[in-house]
């Protein structure tokens, strides 16, 4: 049936015109060239519907020719318009087919590929680049590319570890301190002690608790000092504290603050700690460690604890800054000190890592001092004013002294105060005898011994004088004789001598020896040395002499007591004439010696069996007189009654009387030149011209002995000068002896904030009254005391019941506190012993002590009835022990004697001291209570025109109460040595109390008793005003006498005077916190963990790749050991042993597993084994890893006693290395890791970086990447729909190729992109957790815990590595895979591009040219290879571009683009290769790969141009989709039906609308 078109053809044209599609029709023959035009349609409505088909079938045939009539194109080529070209409406249909079909999934990936990027956005953010960025700048990674030699990596390693420290946010560049100090780093060889006085150099040695370090090599048993603070420059010997080491360690320290005052090792002013063992002191360096507690002292070498020492008295510093560094003969580096005590652990991870795992991971650096030019020059200045300060010092001294010893009377008796004329010397007139010793030139024989028998009036006792009127030449029997007989020995004659001492006999004399030697012998013959007896007197000692079988024995001997005074009791040497008496008594068998006639000692014979000590006279009996047979050991000195008594055994009360007795028979003046206690003192007032007193003439004395020359010198410093000495007596029953503290102290008062009575010095500092302020230090056995007694005692804390003890909890208060509340028990009760009425104020009598003297002198004394002045007074610091608790039983024993001494040192410690006038000016108090107040000595200075020390002492007797001052000023500069004695007696036998001020003293009888307290406690407190410096208090339960205390502050004036004390006071030392000047963190990140450096190494060998390289390694070693190591030289043992030490092949092992077993598969490096490395660029490889601070910032690491410089970490057998730093952003919630590798070969690196991230997706963030990745699954779902759409329509096997791998590339993308956004959405929901739980894990190893071992904190830093680097390793796989899909989808749009035939031009060329595309390939392959073989093989051992393939091939790609190598025209063979590669490569092969190009392109346009079918892209876009609306909305059949209705009709070759 014919289609006939209803209408007109302008009917028909309205039809095609609505449609707005276009189709190409049969040009007529007769048609005008304006026919062949496009042109523009109009459209109009059909007014069909489905309704009106259905109920009229012939009217589908009318809408088929209707649609056909809208396919028609907007610009006919028709005359006749009802006639169209088959072929080219069918190219129409399949256009506007794939071009929907196109749009669709284009859209769709478009979408897609819209939404993945958006959702990678929002993970990696910009924050990322910034990050990178800054860490770019920050560790200056772009530097790495011009890294190439080993010495440029090691100065990057450096810088980076500097840069990495400022990324730290608790390192030491934001947390500065200088009281952790690095004062010697490099390593260093001393030839002496090196002065060390740098500006702002100051550590607390005194704190609670510190640690010195150091690396140590000196020669075996060298004692050499470490690190010290001299107490004076010019006095070597005396520390502050002193650091020494030698075959012992040792710690020496306290001179300046000294405290045993009585020492009785007059050479020991300063504490010494040793080791008590000797500690072993391998070959090389090692570490030695020193920790200072308060207690106790430990010294640590390598890892090990060599000794451990308790500490009588906390360790303290003095005053200055300068430091003694070093000792002769000394290699030392690292010398550092630490504010806290090194534990074992950290010990240990110093001696591993080279600083401890705390220091490494929070970037903590010592203070490093770096002496400075200046420093020197201050150094230098410093040394030589102190040289110059001595030097006008001594001058000074010099002057004075020669003053002294010019301008007074140049005369003196002696200093036995004797006239010369008394002394007489032994004549040569004595008559010759005949028979003498053989060895004797000349001789003398002493007459007339026996013929002196005579009583004596003193003792009553008959004697022989052994000094006969014949031995005198007519002076007086008894009379003074010099002794000096070396070329004229004298004997006795055996005639007139004795025959028979007797079995007990005494020998009595009065002797000044010079030197030691033999008094008198009585010998068998003249030729041997056999006495029947001998008595000699050496040094200290007497000893008798006898004969035993032929052989000279010593039958006893008796030495001067030990703790007594050599200089003072010495029997050879001395300036005194003393008295000696030896008693023999043969029948109890003993030897006593009595010295200025008190026995020092007895010794019983040494000889055992029954002898008699005499013998009788024989033909060759020869008597010795002050020498030995057979002529030696001359006694050469003076003699004076020189008596022998026979058969007589004096007593103690006649010896005694012969030395206090005896007189001189020319002069009649006592013979005794000694002094007994109480018999002389020094006037402490006298001064000389000069202004000095007696003080300054015992100090100058042993450096001047002529200073003392003056009489009245002498007569006013006896002691001083030494005029006298003190007579030997027998020591009495030991003194009972407390001390208040064991060293000086610097106690300091809080100062008042109101200056209304103070002055300002020039700098500006306030001084205040000292009155203002005061300090109360108790007995640590205060509160246990009275909490006993409040615990149920029924005596209240006066002793008596006043229900006191009910008010004062048991248990429960500090010392402080149980001493308020007693205070404010009293003031409540208004006890009378506290408490003053103001109408009785003005009746208090001397008798009422401290209320006395309170209201007598106000301001100067502490009020302690004022219980909150008296609460805030208190100091714990100042507290001190009881030793034994002797408080309490003090007051007994100084009831029972009778007598006290209390002894101490003060001296102003800072301008603070002061009181307004300049003037220091103390109040000290000793109180034996406090709550209620008994105080028993009060002492205090005054200034003003009449300065004054007074004391006032009270026996806690109702009635006493005693009132002395002695007229002096304190000094400002000095110590004042301050003594109060009570109980010693005078001449009459009158009690006294004494007053001593630096040797001057007042006295005053003073009959009262001592009472015991009514606290039952000696002392309690101690109560001061003032700052000061002050020494132990010593009380001692005797009395001393005034010349004991002059003499003893003379002895202790110059040691004092040394004595600085400390530079803090305790509460200073043991309350101040060290402080950090801290700086702003303005760092975007910061490093989580410290920066670990791995090496892979290989394994130094002599088994060469070339048996030439073997022979050469082995000839240069035998070579160096013959001219090198030949005698006189030697060599390490080393390179004697190995002579890979000196040159090696290597042999690399960093893929292999090392067998533990093996030690030439697994060599250890810095005393390391390799481990498998966890993490980073080498996972996986054998590594050595340690912290990159310890080989960047530590000099030298000791393994296995070998000293190791850590700048020969990174050798030629480092064949990789790689630096890792972890960093987190807090503002993004970025991990990020910076790897550092580099490659090194034959000394050349090749460095290269890369930056990781991790991130933390949450809040909004994850919220905007959820519904992304929702609508990346919706998308993908719409694709799938699409192709499981078109495989149902169209069937999987009637596709053609290209179609079914678009199937399948959309199956694909819909399964796995769904699929990865489903995970990684997950993962992103957990970022935030697992970027928390890495950051736990990385911050929170507890670096400085001493519970875990070294190895276990590595251990667990290195396990959170790797799980960072599980995560990073995750996270970079998923960022990949990303990109792929990212790419897959991308391809798939670029592939949906072919609908068109305008936007598939790209497409369309790779398709036309891809047969010569193959085939060019394969010729530029064979030429590239070719090139880069020739390059490789000719120019690669020589140009960096060609030293590897890769390298080869990257060259010749940047050749092909246009670039020449630097080395262009330096050869002739380099430069015809790159003329030839450019030629071949460059001008032909590049330009016939354009040409392909450029014809498949022409092709493609061509194709274009042909076809009718097209327009351009968004206009034939918008017929589609305007097709596609209209087809919806009127149900039109789809173009692909009637595709399968025109495509058959391959005979139509016009289609009108008839047939349609």
Not at 44 to 73: C, H, Y
Not at 746 to 757: C, E, G, I, V
Not at 1389 to 1417: C, E, K
Request: aromatic fraction near 10%; glycine fraction near 6%; proline fraction near 4%.
């Amino acid at each position: 049936m014919p289609i006939v078109l209803s209408g007109t053809r302008d009917a028909a044209m309205d039809v095609l015109e609505d449609s707005g599609t276009t189709a190409p029709v049969q040009k007529n023959e007769d048609s005008s060239p304006a026919s062949t035009r496009k042109t523009p349609s109009t459209t109009s409505a059909t007014g069909f519907s489905m309704k009106a088909i259905d109920k009229n079938p012939t009217w589908k045939l009318e809408l088929a020719a209707r649609i056909i009539q809208r396919l028609v194109i907007k610009k006919l080529r028709l005359d006749n318009r009802t006639r169209l070209v088959r072929t080219a409406l069918v190219e129409r249909l399949q256009l506007e087919v794939r071009l929907g079909k196109g749009i669709r999934l284009m859209l769709c990936f478009m979408a897609l590929f819209g939404l993945m990027i958006s959702a990678d956005v929002i993970e990696t953010s910009a924050a990322k680049l910034k990050l990178t960025d800054h860490y770019r700048r920050t560790f200056e990674l772009d530097k790495l590319n011009g890294i190439q030699k080993i010495a440029e990596l090691k100065s990057y390693l450096r810088n980076l570890s500097a840069a990495s420290n400022t990324m730290q946010v608790s390192s030491s560049s934001y947390f500065v301190n200088r009281d952790q100090v690095m004062i010697v780093s490099d390593p260093a060889f001393y030839e002496h002690s090196h002065y060390m006085d740098v500006k702002g150099l100051s550590f607390p040695v005194d704190a609670v608790e510190v640690s010195f370090l150091a690396w140590v090599q000196v020669d075996a048993g060298r004692r050499v000092n470490l690190l010290g603070r001299r107490l004076d420059k010019q006095v070597s010997s005396l520390s502050c504290w002193s650091w020494i080491y030698g075959p012992e360690m040792e710690f020496d320290f306290g001179a300046h603050d000294y405290g045993h005052l009585h020492d009785s090792h007059g050479s020991a002013d300063q504490e010494v700690i040793r080791t008590a063992t000797r500690a072993y002191h391998p070959p090389g360096m090692h570490l030695v460690v020193l920790v200072i507690r308060q207690d106790t002292v430990e010294f640590w070498q390598n890892e090990s604890l060599v000794g451990h020492t308790k500490l009588s008295r906390p360790v303290t510093d003095c005053i200055g800054s300068g430091l003694e560094v070093g000792g002769s003969g000394l290699l030392l580096g690292m010398l550092s000190f630490f504010p806290w005590a090194l534990g074992a652990a950290e010990i240990h991870e110093i001696y591993v890592q080279g600083n401890t795992l705390e220091f490494i991971a929070s970037g903590a650096e010592l203070f490093k001092i770096k002496e400075t030019g200046f420093d020197l020059l201050h150094e230098q200045g410093t040394l030589r004013q102190s040289s110059a300060e001595t030097h006008h010092h001594e001058s000074q001294q010099s002057r004075s002294v020669s003053h002294a010893i010019t301008n007074e009377v140049i005369y003196s008796l002696g200093e036995s105060g004797h006239a010369d004329d008394g002394e007489i010397r032994i004549s040569d007139q004595v008559p010759e005898l005949t028979t003498c010793p053989t060895k004797s030139a000349a001789c003398r024989y002493i007459e007339g011994v026996s013929e002196t028998w005579q009583m004596d009036p003193l003792s009553s006792a008959y004697f022989y004088d052994l000094l006969p009127p014949s031995l005198l030449g007519g002076a007086s029997a008894g009379s003074l004789v010099e002794v000096h007989l070396e070329r004229n020995r004298h004997a006795y004659s055996v005639a007139s001598f004795p025959s028979s001492i007797g079995p007990v006999w005494s020998l009595s004399f009065w002797a000044r020896a010079s030197t030691s030697g033999f008094l008198i012998g009585k010998f068998h013959d003249p030729e041997h040395d056999l006495p029947c007896w001998s008595v000699q007197i050496e040094g200290d000692k007497l000893k008798l002499f006898t004969s035993s079988h032929e052989h000279r024995v010593l039958l006893a001997m008796v030495s001067i007591p030990e703790g007594r005074s050599q200089r003072d009791f010495a029997f050879v040497g001395t300036t005194l004439l003393r008295h000696f008496v030896i008693v023999i008594d043969e029948l109890s068998r003993v030897m006593s010696v009595h010295l200025d006639g008190h026995q020092i000692g007895a010794d019983p014979f040494r000889v055992v069996g029954a002898f008699r000590v005499d013998c009788p006279h024989s033909n060759g009996t020869y008597i010795a007189f002050a020498h030995r047979t057979p002529g030696s050991q001359d006694f050469i000195g003076q003699l004076q009654q020189f008596r022998l008594y026979a058969n007589t055994v004096l007593n103690d009360s006649q010896i005694l009387a012969l030395a206090e007795a005896s007189e001189d028979p020319k002069t009649g003046r006592k013979l005794r030149q000694c002094f007994k206690p109480g018999e002389i003192q020094d006037d402490g007032s006298f001064r000389d011209e000069q202004f000095h007193g007696c003080t300054w003439y015992a100090e100058m004395l042993p450096i001047a002995p002529q200073i003392c020359l003056s009489d009245a010198v002498r007569a006013n410093c006896q002691i001083a000068c030494k005029v006298a000495r003190p007579c030997f007596a027998p020591l009495k029953m030991a003194a009972d002896v407390g001390m208040v503290w064991n060293r000086i102290m610097r106690l300091s008062t809080p100062l008042s904030t109101d200056s209304s009575d103070g002055r300002r010095l020039a700098g500006g500092s306030l001084i205040r009254p000292n009155h203002e302020k005061f300090k109360m230090c108790l007995a640590e056995s205060v509160a246990s005391g009275r909490r006993q007694a409040s615990a149920g005692s029924t005596q209240g804390v006066s002793g008596s019941s006043d229900g006191l003890a009910e008010h004062i909890p048991a248990l429960v208060m500090t010392d402080s506190e149980v001493i308020v509340k007693s205070c404010q028990y009293l003031e409540a009760s208004r006890d009378p012993r506290s408490y003053v009425a103001e109408s009785r104020k003005q009746s208090l009598r001397p008798a009422d002590g401290a209320l006395y003297l309170l209201h007598e002198y106000p301001g100067m004394f502490q009020n302690v009835t004022d219980c909150e002045s008296l609460r805030q007074s208190i100091d714990s610091h100042c507290a001190f022990q009881v030793e034994n608790d002797w408080t309490k039983h003090f007051d007994e024993i100084v009831e029972r004697s009778g007598q006290l001494t209390i002894s101490f040192w003060v001296r102003p410690s800072s301008p603070n001291s002061l009181n307004s006038r300049g003037e220091f000016t103390p109040s000290i108090q000793f109180l034996a209570g406090v709550a209620p107040p008994e105080v028993f000595l009060t002492v205090w200075a005054e200034g003003g025109l009449f300065p004054k020390v007074a004391a006032y002492f009270h026996t806690h007797n109702a009635s006493s109460g005693e009132y002395l001052e002695v007229g002096t000023r304190l000094s400002l500069d000095d110590w004042t040595h301050i003594s109060v004695t009570f109980g010693s007696n005078d001449a009459k036998g009158h009690s006294e109390l004494a007053l001593v001020v630096n040797g001057m003293a007042t006295v005053d009888n003073f009959p009262q008793s001592w009472v015991r307290s009514r606290s039952a406690t000696f002392l309690e407190a101690i109560s001061l005003s003032s700052e000061m410096l002050m020494s132990p208090v010593e009380f001692r339960s005797t009395a001393l006498h005034i010349s004991d205390l002059q003499s003893f502050h003379y002895n202790e004036h110059a040691r004092m005077k040394l004595r600085t004390g400390p530079s803090r006071s305790d509460s200073e030392r043991l309350q101040t916190q060290l402080t950090y000047s801290r700086k702003a963190f303005q760092e975007p990140s910061f490093l989580v963990a410290p920066p670990i450096i791995q090496q892979v190494r290989a394994q130094k060998t002599t088994e060469c790749r070339s048996d030439a390289g073997k022979f050469a390694l082995q000839q240069m070693w035998e070579q160096v050991l013959s001219t090198r190591c030949h005698w006189p030289f030697t060599c390490d043992t080393d390179l004697k042993a190995d002579p890979t030490s000196l040159l090696a092949c290597s042999h690399d092992h960093r893929t292999r597993h090392y067998d533990d077993e093996d030690d030439d598969l697994a060599p250890k490096w810095f005393g390391q084994e390799p481990s498998v490395a966890l993490s980073g660029d080498l996972e996986g490889l054998h590594v050595y890893t340690v912290f990159l601070v310890s080989i960047t910032d530590t000099p030298i690491l000791v393994r296995g006693d070998s000293a190791l410089s850590t700048q020969a970490y990174i050798d030629q057998q480092t064949t990789h290395m790689a630096v890792q730093l972890v960093l987190f952003a807090p503002e993004h919630g970025i991990i990020s890791e910076v790897n550092i590798g580099g490659h090194l070969d034959s000394g050349n690196v090749e460095a290269e970086y890369h930056v990781r991230h991790i991130s933390s997706v949450e809040g909004l963030k994850l919220m905007a990447y959820s519904i992304l990745g929702a609508l990346v699954v919706l998308i993908c779902c719409v694709v799938m729909f699409d192709t499981w759409r078109r495989i149902c329509l169209q069937g999987f096997t009637s596709l053609c190729m290209t179609a079914r791998v678009q199937l399948i590339m959309d199956i694909g993308i819909g399964l796995v992109v769904p699929a990865f956004y489903v995970v990684r959405s997950f993962q992103n929901a957990a970022s935030g957790a697992l970027v928390k739980d890495m950051l736990r894990q990385l911050l929170e190893v507890p670096w400085s815990a001493d519970s875990l071992s070294y190895a276990e904190k590595e251990g667990q830093f290195f396990h959170a590595l790797h799980d960072l680097e599980i995560s990073l390793l995750t996270e970079t796989f998923m960022h990949l895979f990303a990109f792929f899909v990212s790419w897959a989808v991308l391809l798939r749009i670029m592939q949906l591009t072919s609908a068109h035939p305008r936007i598939a031009v790209l497409i369309n060329t790779v398709v036309y040219g891809i047969d010569d595309f193959w085939h060019f390939l394969i010729l530029f392959l064979l030429l590239f290879m070719g090139f880069c073989l020739i390059a490789k093989t000719l120019f690669g051992p020589e140009h960096h571009e060609f030293e590897t393939y890769g390298e080869t091939l990257k060259a010749q790609f940047l050749m092909c683009l246009g670039s020449v190598p630097d080395d262009f025209g330096t050869e002739m063979e380099f430069t015809i290769y790159v003329v030839v590669f450019n030629f071949v490569m460059f001008f032909l092969v590049v330009n016939f790969l354009l040409a392909i190009i450029v014809e498949s392109y022409l092709r493609v346009k061509q194709d274009i141009e042909k076809t009718n079918a097209e327009q351009e892209f968004f206009t034939d876009m918008g017929a589609v989709m305007f097709t596609l609306a209209k087809r919806w909305r009127h149900a039109w059949p789809k173009a692909r039906t009637i595709l399968r209705v025109l495509e058959p009709a391959v005979a139509k070759q016009h289609v009108d609308l008839a047939l349609l």
